[in-house]
Every structure is written in C-alpha cells, then in structure tokens.
C-alpha cells in the first residue's frame, strides 16, 4: 500500500509509528479509525506549562514555577504513603515543594540542582503540591509549553494521545488537504488548514492556539451550513412546488373576520408565508412563537389560502389531544368559509379511517388534522399542497427531506412553541426560513410565576383551593409516572391520591402517557369542560392543550425539568381573562437547579428564558431529546461561537448561489463533500 498516495481518512491509524493492534482497538473504541479522525481528536482544552514567578502566582491556582534544589528532601512514611518535601530557591522566594507517594524521586533532588515544578500553589504557606516535575539538564519536555487535553479513557493516557498525535502529523502532516476556497480563507483572515492542524495540536502562544482553534471551529460551522444552504438552493431551484393563486382580497376578508385583530407579528408571518405559497419552489419555512403568540391563526390563514386555491391541506400535530384541539380550532375559523376539515389519527375506527382517506382522495376532506400518521404510504391526497407540522422540532434535515420526497412536493410550514435561540436556529433549521411572533395577542394576561420550597405545600394545597374555589381550575404536574428508587421526586400516582384526599370537594383527574388514546382523551375532555377542577398529570400537558379557564400551574420538583420545558407548562395558563399564577415547588441541590428558578421568577419572555436554557444545558439537550439535524460539533461551540456562526452561514448561501461554484476547481472538494452527503444521494446538485 502506498500511502503517500492515499487520502488521511483511507489510512488506518495503525500505519501509525507506535500503534500497536492493542493501541489500535482501543482507538476503534473511540470511534477513530483513521488518520484523519485522529487528527480530528481536538484538544478541548490545554495545560500551560509556562514558567511564572510565584509571587504573581494567586492562591490555589495551578502553575509551572523554576527554582534550585537548596537543601535535600525529607521524607515522611504514613502507614503505606509517604510525604516528601524540599526547599527550593524560586526568583526572591524560598518555597517548599511537597510530593505524595513519589518518595522515589529522592535521589534525583540534589541541593545545587535545576528543577522545574508544576502544581497546586499555596500563597500563604509558600509551597507548591507538585504534580509533575522537570530537570532542564534532561531536556525539558513540557516547560513553556502548552500542552493539549484530550478525551481519552481506558487504556489510553493523556501522554500517549500527545505522543501520537504528534507522531501522526510528523508522519502524515503534509497529506493535510485544504477545503476551502483560497478566497475565503484570505477574506476572513482565516489561518490555513495544515497550519491550524498543527497549532491546534500544539500551539506556541495561546494566540496561536486561539487562532487555530478559530479556523477549525469556522471550518466545521461552514461544511454543516454548505449542505443546508446547498439544500435550500437545490430545493429552489428546481422549481416543482405548486405555485398557489392566493388571492389578497380575499385573504383580507378572512383576517377581517376574525373574531380578534391579528398582531402586526402576525401580519408581518402570513405575508412572509403567503409570498412563499405564490412562489414554484416549495416553502420550507419555521414559523416560531412564544406560547399563546397566535401561530394555530396564521397557519389556519395559510391552509384557507391553500383550498382556496384549489389544493389541500394537512395539520401534523405530536399527540392526538393536541391534533384534536387544533381540529375544533380549524373548523371555527374555517368551516364558516365552506371548508371541510376531518381529523386521521389512531383512535378512529376502521370504518372512519377508510371514510377519511376516501374523502382526502376523492377531494371531498378540504383539510386534514392527525398525527405523523398523514404521511403513512396508504394516505393519498388528490392534490395536497401545504403541510402544517406542530412542535416537529425534534426533526432533522434528513427527516424533513423525506417528507419531500413523498412525491407530491407540498409547501411545508413548521411551528414550534419554544423559542429558539438564533444560533440554534440558525444551524438546526438552517434550510428553512423563519417567521417569529414576539407579540403576544391583545388582552393576554400575563403570568405571575413563585418559586416556593416543599415545606410551604401547604400554603400552596391553600391557594389552589381558594382558585377552584373561585370558579377556576388548576394543573398539578410532577415528573414521573410511577415511583422510582433513583429518583427522590413526586410521582403521578401518589400525588393524585395526595390531591384526591386534600380535595374531597373537588373532582381531581389523572392524565399520563401510559393511558390509552382514549382515556387521555376522556381526561382531558373533562378537563376542558370544566367537569374537573383539578387535572395532576405529566408533562403530557407541556404541548398545545388550551383551557382558558385554567389559571394555575403547580410544578413539582421543578428544578427537575429544563428551562424551557417549564415555561411551556406555565403557557397552559393565563389563556383565558382571569390573573393566572405558577407555582414552582424545588428545593434544588445545584446551582444550575438554583439558576433555573430565578429565571423563571424574573422574567416569562419565552425568547430570553430559551437563550438562558442554551447557555445552562448546551445545543445538543435543548430539546429534551438530541436534536437528529443537529451535528456534534468537535471544536465549535454554538454558546460562544455565535458570530463565527452567521459568518459562515452567509458564507456558505453566497458561495452556493454563485454559478461558478459548480465548475471552480477551488470548490471541487467542497462539491465532493455535498455528494457524498445522504440529503443529495441520488441528486443532480449543478
């Protein structure tokens, strides 16, 4: 095999200078394989090995001092561990350097001798507690020197990922291949990519290192936002979507019937997606909003648009509860204008499912409501042309793509009530444009939210009673079904027999996802009608479902649950006229639990609370689940990397819609990249 003419990921990492087969699985059990995934393994951090005088040295920092052994070591035995200490004479400071069970370094510390000490330094008690220790006149390795911080585990230490690295860029560096355009990489001042892989595996300042670090965490957001844009590009330009009639007139007339006054928000979304819908490529657009911002309104305007001219409509919605609120919303705001909406979802009989897939094929259904059941193969549409998704978030590219190539080539509008931050939306919805609604409705109340400890359950049992007893209702939510050994929280059952015996007076409901379609169903409808007061429940609840007469929200052990997880709960209240209130009960143990409930105190702004969730949890949680179009960046930080970010987003839209792009031999490995990529298999991309 020659190597030489073999790219670095066609080069397994045993071809390696000192990786022997054992080194080789342990590697594999890193996921690397390679050359190229070696070279990937980026530092996350570094060690500064860089000599400092200990009198700039603060209290319990970590730090590499220089001095001369003054006088021999002493050695202490307790039981099987020793302590051994030593003067040594460091700048104008005279300090002492304590080992741990290293008591066989004592021949090597003769008076007169160069020692260089890295460690924990005690300020007051000038002494030093030595982790590592060098001798100059052997050739220091690690002194003025920053040295990586790798992920390594098993067999594998920190010193033989360094060596090996090393070795692999000594041997294979000059195979490093450059991506990106040499145009680019001189306007954004970008260093190149041999060079940065070198200095980030060993950088000689921590500007250098800084800089290295920038290339690659710019190279990584550019390649992931290439396919995206390339995506959205492609999609464009080919041109097969269905160009809709939309009338304005007569999209007015609808708005104007409206029992309430659309917010400009509003206004500004449906002539963004309306200007999508008269346009031959397919809309892929995110239409996102706080709770309560109006977003049910704006896509039933888009799906009257879409009968009206002449094609139809489809509502995916999470959870049957929610697709069959949405359906009593769609037909007030709809059937008054002739159209007809049904509703597909798991619960209907045989009977009823044959009934509605006749009537959607036939074109007799107008407009269909369900869960992801719409895009099963049997479910055929004479002529549908816009799908609505409901908190389908959890979506990748990948995912969105398949529903596109169902055949039919519908617009496609998706809605989220959890606002995302912009550089999440930037990266996990970068193929799509985004409406956002930040107004909420006129005469939305707002929510008083309190954070309590469980000593004050009491106070709180006190204060639903007197809600319900004012004619209102109140949701109680706690984290688990069942009880747990793991988990010291608040499970459903308990505490709806807890509630059921505090409110003998009162009708308590149950609802949880274990129970069957129908009986959540049943729950949830007498909920709605008033018929229970109180409803204990998970977070079943979390999504869509709309009782106006709910004005309290009691969160469990709410320090368990994310930020943005919590303020969806408190949006199922304040829906109505009445001052609406949430009661958080935690008694967290983290900081992180702490913070958690002083945002939520001090503000109930869905956008901040959702920026304040990316920065405590991080990209790859903020949905709850891993976010399947959300890459696991190795050098980019999507919580700091921000304006990294939209540079490589505008970037990488600029260079795809240039002609040029698809014949610039520059840009060939860059093509070659969105070819191999699942989204474009099978695709003609010029």
């Not at 982790?131 to 033989?160: C, H, M």
């Not at 930020?563 to 009960?585: E, F, K, N, P």
């Not at 903020?622 to 930080?637: E, H, M």
Request: hydrophobic content about 40%; some cysteine; proline content about 5%.
């Amino acid at each position: 095999m020659n190597l030489m003419t073999l790219r670095l990921e066609e080069i397994p990492v045993r071809h390696i200078k000192g990786v022997s087969a054992r080194r080789e699985e342990e590697l594999h059990a890193f996921g690397i394989r390679t050359v190229a995934e070696l070279l990937e393994h980026f530092p996350f951090r570094y060690e500064d090995y860089r000599v400092r005088d200990p009198e700039e040295v603060g209290d319990g920092e970590k730090a590499t001092i220089r001095g001369r052994i003054a006088a021999p070591p002493v050695v202490q035995r307790y039981g099987g561990k020793t302590r051994m200490t030593c003067r040594v004479a460091a700048g104008r400071m005279l300090v002492t350097a304590v080992w741990f069970n290293r008591h066989f370094l004592k021949d090597q510390l003769t008076p007169g001798r160069d020692i260089t000490l890295t460690g924990k330094w005690d300020r007051r008690r000038r002494q030093i507690t030595v982790a590592e220790s060098e001798f100059p006149d052997r050739g220091a390795v690690k002194t003025g020197t920053l040295q990586p911080v790798y992920s390594v585990g098993g067999g594998i230490t920190q010193n033989w990922m360094r060596k090996t690295i090393a070795q692999a860029l000594l041997q294979f560096g000059h195979l490093v291949p450059e991506v990106l355009p040499p145009g680019l990489i001189e306007r954004r001042g970008l260093m190149p990519r041999r060079e940065a892989m070198m200095r980030i595996h060993a950088p000689g300042s921590e500007e250098e290192g800084a800089a290295a670090r920038r290339r690659m965490a710019y190279e990584e957001l550019f390649l992931f936002q290439l396919k995206l844009q390339a995506f959205r590009a492609h999609t464009r330009r080919k041109r097969d979507g269905i160009a809709h009639r939309v009338d304005s007139e007569s999209i007015r007339a609808f708005a104007a019937g409206l029992p309430f006054e659309l917010t400009e928000g509003q206004k500004k979304a449906v002539n963004e997606i309306l200007r999508d819908m008269r346009q031959p490529y397919c809309m892929n657009r995110l239409l996102q909003g706080d709770v309560g911002s109006g977003k049910t309104v704006v896509a039933a305007i888009a799906l009257y648009a879409a009968v009206k001219s002449g094609h139809q409509g489809a509502l995916m919605a999470p959870t049957e509860i929610l697709a069959e609120q949405h359906l009593r919303t769609l037909e007030k705001l709809l059937g008054p204008h002739g159209i007809q909406v049904a509703l597909l979802t798991g619960s209907l009989t045989e009977r009823q499912r044959r009934d509605v897939l006749a009537g959607l094929q036939m074109g007799v259904i107008d407009v269909v409501v369900g869960t992801h059941a719409l895009i099963q193969d049997d479910v055929q549409f004479r002529s549908l042309s816009l799908v609505v998704t409901d908190e389908q978030h959890r979506f990748g590219v990948e995912q969105r793509s398949i529903l596109r190539r169902k055949g039919i080539r519908p617009d496609v509008l998706t809605m989220t009530a959890t606002p995302i931050p912009r550089t999440l939306a930037i990266t996990a919805f970068g193929d799509m444009d985004v409406s956002t609604l930040r107004e909420r409705p006129k005469g939305r109340v707002p929510v008083k939210t309190y954070w309590v400890r469980p000593g004050m359950m009491e106070r709180v049992l006190g204060f639903i009673r007197r809600e319900v007893a004012a004619g209102r209702q109140a949701y109680v939510i706690c984290p688990l079904i069942e009880e747990s050994d793991k988990l010291d929280v608040e499970n459903v059952i308990d505490l709806h027999r807890r509630m059921v015996e505090a409110f003998p007076d009162f009708k308590v409901g149950l609802l949880h996802g274990r129970l069957s379609a129908a009986e959540k169903d049943a729950v949830m409808r007498a909920f709605s009608s008033g018929e229970t007061q109180v409803l204990v429940a998970t977070t079943v609840v979390e999504v869509g479902v709309d009782v106006p007469n709910a004005s309290l929200m009691v969160v469990m052990d709410a320090d368990r649950f994310g930020l943005s997880q919590l303020h969806q709960l408190r949006g199922r209240v304040g829906r109505g006229t009445h001052a609406s209130y949430c009661v958080l009960i935690a008694d967290p143990k983290s900081e992180a639990g702490l913070e958690r409930m002083r945002i939520m105190t001090e503000t109930d702004d869905g956008f901040e609370v959702s920026r304040r969730d990316l920065e405590l949890r991080g990209p790859g949680d903020f949905f709850g689940t891993k976010q399947s179009g959300l890459p696991d960046f190795k050098v980019a930080d999507l919580t700091t990397d921000f304006a990294l970010l939209e540079m490589a987003r505008d970037d990488a839209a600029d260079l795809v819609s240039r002609e040029a792009f698809w014949r610039d031999p520059a840009c060939a490995r860059l093509r070659e990249l969105l070819t191999r990529d699942p989204v474009f298999q099978g695709e003609q991309l010029d």
